[in-house]
């Protein structure tokens, strides 16, 4: 079973299926049975829901004896970040604050997914409200990098990116609010999108900066990726921001278009800071694609130094609006009736027991940035700012179809090595900040194929694209892959 | 620039409460990152329209009906600490 595991695509996956190859139920089984093994070490998934996802297997297992048609997705095992809820099951974010409670409704991406009978194996682990960038900050335990476990996966998706390296599920869904999907794929050695902002309906996800939130899929490879991305896309009445999805084309990538495709190489991200073997890595990820004839071009992004101050004053601005709602009250509590006597008493400790470090650190340095006297100087500034980021893509844009870049400047670092200094952890997610406040699309792709036994530590390229142009980026990817 | 006063006004403005162990260590925080903020004086932002969200949808509107939701009823509720008679129960606001 453990063969079938790890050779597996979806495309794989669904070809299996109908060739009666393997029974969902087999599949899943043999993935909570991997599980059970790999992820004592790993430590990737907080709850697991295996009765639910064996049930629904079977029922696809039933559809495809009776010759029912069934998705690409049917009885393709997911994990999912434990922002993003499923009715009935944990979503704790990460947080003591939310250890008790369990969704009551469905996200509007499980929604779809299960319409298309995906199983859900279970919730990943995560820095806490998706706050950070190596899952040190979850409230609940580390996450060890498949590829060197004294090592951090990155994050905020640290879980969902080690599941899919360890092969501990097939593909998985992950937030990126400044690159919470694409570190954890570039430290993990697996494919990571973070869709244009609006193109997936965030109904149902747990909110940390509403202007900046997206999910998006991590797969095997950028086809994986693609699929899971064209079931959750569209637009929803219960996000206002999502938009309907534009035919392209996603599913089939026309190789012929994709090679005339300009790739432009920003200069900002390649003047020095990239550690000895992301510049390697990224040397060797530049021969490749230039060897596939595509036309490249210098290009400038000259606000890409002030993309980190302005993201952390925007996102712990609204992170502290929106973290405002976890109050003892309205979702569960966790201290004791005995310990509170007043509304006050449970407003204050419920969130100063329920919140851990990273959080408490976001929730004040919002708070400040927002507060009278220090607006204008702080929090309008940075939405300036803002602006001048977005324009220098329009104007990137403009002369190139696709941005050439590193996802990250190191790879996996230790863990424990930056949980002293936040900033220097904030600094981890340099490369991946502006796409967020810009809004456009950005993947990352494993500049090699990768061997768990060969211990290398993976690199992540970097292709971004224009608003709403996943097409082009995952299409590039894949054209990438066959080499 | 912050003093542990203003840091505790501020845990006052998001009702949450702080260990006096920790207080110095965030500030030093802070200090820090507020200090990485300065580097955006440098950079003249005059006429430029700040940048409010992410979308660049304009008046997204929708019929004034009822949406079908499962979110009604007892299960958006079930979770709520404290139940009386079937009414959702707090402390006083008003002492």
């Known amino acids: ?483 | 620039m912050l003093s542990k006063k203003d840091l505790e006004h501020l845990a006052e403005l998001a009702r949450m409460e702080l260990k006096k162990s920790e207080e110095e260590k965030l500030l030093k925080d802070l200090e820090k990152i507020l200090g990485h903020f300065e580097e955006l004086k440098e950079l003249d932002t005059e006429g430029v329209l700040p940048m409010s969200g992410g979308t660049f949808s304009r008046n997204i509107l929708r019929a004034d009906d009822l949406e079908e939701t499962k979110l009604a009823g007892e299960k958006s509720v079930s979770q709520f600490p404290e139940r009386d008679k079937g009414f959702l129960k707090i402390p006083p606001v008003f002492e």
């Open chain 1, 1 to 483: 079973m453990k063969k079938h595991l790890h050779d597996l695509t979806i495309k794989g996956f669904h070809e299996g299926l109908l060739n009666k190859e393997f029974s969902a139920f087999e599949i899943a089984e043999g993935y909570f049975d991997w599980i059970a093994e790999k992820d004592k070490e790993v430590g990737a998934y907080l709850s697991l829901q295996k009765d639910e996802a064996l049930k629904s297997a079977s029922e696809v297992d039933v559809k495809v004896a009776s010759g029912v048609e069934v998705d690409v997705l049917a009885g393709v095992p997911l994990a999912v970040k434990d922002v993003v809820l499923i009715e009935d099951a944990p979503a704790s974010a990460g947080s003591k604050i939310l250890e008790k409670y369990s969704a009551s409704y469905d996200a509007t991406v499980i929604k779809k997914l299960k319409e298309a009978q995906a199983v859900f194996l279970g919730k990943t682990n995560l820095d806490e409200f998706a706050m950070g960038s190596s899952t040190e900050n979850s409230g609940y335990r580390l996450v060890h990098n498949p590829y060197d476990l004294l090592r951090v996966p990155g994050g905020s998706s640290g879980g969902s990116a080690a599941a899919v390296a360890a092969n501990m599920a097939l593909a998985a869904l992950g937030t990126d609010t400044g690159g919470s999907i694409r570190q954890p794929a570039a430290f993990c050695g697996v494919v990571g999108l973070k869709p244009t902002y609006g193109a997936v309906s965030r109904h149902g996800l747990i909110a940390l900066a509403s202007s900046l939130d997206q999910i998006g899929p991590f797969g095997k490879t950028a086809e994986d990726a693609a699929i899971v991305f064209s079931k959750i896309r569209g637009s929803d009445p219960f996000d206002s921001t999502s938009v309907e999805a534009e035919e392209d084309d996603l599913l089939k990538p026309d190789f012929e278009r994709i090679k005339k495709l300009r790739v432009g190489i920003p200069k900002e991200y390649f003047a020095g800071g990239l550690s000895p073997e992301v510049e390697k890595g990224m040397a060797e990820a530049e021969r490749r694609l230039r060897s596939l004839k595509l036309e490249f071009e210098e290009i400038s992004l000259p606000h890409t130094k002030y993309a980190l101050s302005v993201y952390y004053i925007i996102l712990p601005a609204e992170a502290s609006a929106n973290l405002a709602r976890f109050d003892g009250i309205r979702y569960s509590r966790i201290v004791s009736e005995k310990e509170v006597k007043s509304l006050r008493d449970i407003y204050f400790k419920d969130r100063g027991a329920g919140f851990g470090a990273e959080p408490r650190r976001r929730i004040l340095l919002g708070t400040f940035v927002l507060s009278a006297g220090y607006y204008d100087a702080y929090y309008a500034k940075a939405q300036k700012v803002r602006r001048l980021i977005l324009r220098d893509f329009d104007e990137a844009f403009k002369k190139v179809d696709v941005i050439f870049a590193p996802t990250t400047p190191t790879s996996a670092f230790k863990i424990g090595e930056k949980t002293e200094d936040p900033l220097s952890m904030y600094l981890s997610d340099i490369f991946t900040i502006p796409a967020n406040l810009a809004g456009v699309p950005a993947v990352s792709i494993p500049v090699k194929k990768y061997s768990l036994a060969d211990k290398e530590l993976p690199i992540g390229l970097q292709l971004i694209g224009r608003h709403f142009r996943e097409a082009d980026i995952l299409g590039l990817g894949q054209y990438y892959e066959r080499l």
